[in-house]
């Protein structure tokens, strides 16, 4: 009597999907992938698992606490399961397709797998989906990532979304050889303005006018074009003014807001960067932006389709019609090539009507005519 239940008992944070939600999920990520197309980004598909000293090489490192790690028993050298496509996909543009002219788009979709969840996603094994557009340095390109991104989210009838746009590599800069600098960074990533304005010297003092350039963009980039920043960071600043106006001039209804000192989740990014969130979801739809691949300037954004499919309808129920044993095959073709599901039976039932309902269907054949199975 214990078996099923023990063999159904699976680990922490791991789930299947089931009918119709499973077949929901994979409609959905072929809309998405067709959106990416048709802005000319090719699809690749990495393997699950690498040599671990691919996988976590240089982008791929900041994920390396997140990483599956087993022995291969053929070559004897230890392999990771991803739990991020995008290391992925930079390893393939800077090595099989580094002769392919620049600027290379490519897109991406496949399942991840974590060590541990979050407060907010206790899931660890996840759909990814995203693109990549590497070997263009340009506010261009980061823009058109930004705007890629989010008319596929509306072309999957994602409503009401946001960018909360970052600068990863802001406080870096402006802690770079000051004295306890690992102190205000640990309070700016807590948003400790307190910590800060206790703080002494002028790196202090553009920390804590950094913590209040938060919020619509409009208003942050105007805030933050008021704080003096050394030349460096005025350049990471005057960047994301160049995107923000570029997607401006394009989608001028989408909501962009700006938080200058977030880094968290960040870890490998190298400029603009862009945290994705929906306003019925307390989850992040996705995140992205510019990062090194092998050297090479890349910008991209990653979907997270668990949470897109939280904010979407379900799926819609597709009309089931039982084909009784012996109903014509060109009966079924033609309600197949009208969108309609058949399940054909396999039997002679006592009760046709009983067998249909019992399989799911509202309808059935009966002498070439679809009659309801009630």
Do not use: W
């Not at 090489?57 to 022995?71: C, L, P, S, Y």
């Not at 693109?131 to 990532?145: H, K, N, P, W």
């Not at 989010?150 to 800069?173: M, Q």
């Amino acid at each position: 009597m214990t078996e099923f239940p023990n063999r159904a008992l699976l680990p922490a944070g791991l789930r299947d999907i089931l009918p119709p939600f499973a077949a929901h999920e994979a409609d959905i990520v072929t809309r998405l992938m067709a959106v990416f197309d048709s802005f000319g980004y090719d699809r690749i598909k990495p393997p699950l698992m690498e040599f671990e000293d691919s996988l976590l090489a240089e982008a791929g490192g900041a994920i390396a606490k997140q990483t599956f790690r087993v022995m291969d028993p053929i070559s004897q050298r230890m392999m990771g399961v991803r739990s991020d496509m995008t290391p992925q996909v930079a390893r393939i543009a800077t090595t099989r397709l580094v002769h392919v002219p620049r600027p290379l788009r490519l897109s991406y979709a496949g399942q991840v797998l974590r060590v541990k969840g979050t407060q907010l996603r206790a899931e660890r094994q996840f759909a990814q989906a995203g693109i990549e557009l590497i070997g263009a340095s340009s506010a261009a390109a980061d823009a058109e990532v930004v705007l890629l991104t989010a008319r596929a989210l509306e072309a999957l009838g994602v409503r009401d979304v946001s960018f909360d746009l970052n600068l990863p590599t802001l406080v870096p800069l402006i802690l770079r050889d000051v004295a306890g600098a690992q102190d205000l960074r640990d309070a700016v990533e807590h948003k400790d303005a307190a910590f800060v304005a206790a703080a002494a010297g002028p790196a202090a003092r553009i920390l804590g006018a950094l913590i209040e350039a938060v919020g619509p963009s409009d208003r942050a980039l105007a805030r933050l074009a008021a704080i003096d920043l050394p030349p460096a960071a005025a350049a990471e600043r005057d960047r994301l003014a160049e995107v923000v106006a570029l997607v401006r001039a394009e989608a001028p209804r989408l909501t962009l807001t700006v938080d200058p000192v977030e880094s968290r989740g960040f870890e490998y990014h190298a400029g603009v960067a862009f945290t994705i969130f929906a306003r019925h979801s307390s989850g992040e739809l996705g995140r992205g932006g510019r990062y090194l691949a092998q050297g090479e300037p890349a910008t991209g954004a990653t979907l997270f389709m668990d949470t897109v499919l939280d904010v979407l309808p379900g799926p819609a129920v597709r009309k089931r019609v039982y084909l009784p044993l012996g109903t014509p095959a060109e009966v079924g073709e033609q309600l197949r090539g009208v969108g309609i599901v058949t399940v054909a039976g396999l039997d002679q039932p006592m009760d046709v009507k009983a067998e249909a309902r019992r399989l799911g269907c509202s309808h059935l054949v009966a002498a070439g005519v679809v009659v309801p199975a009630e």
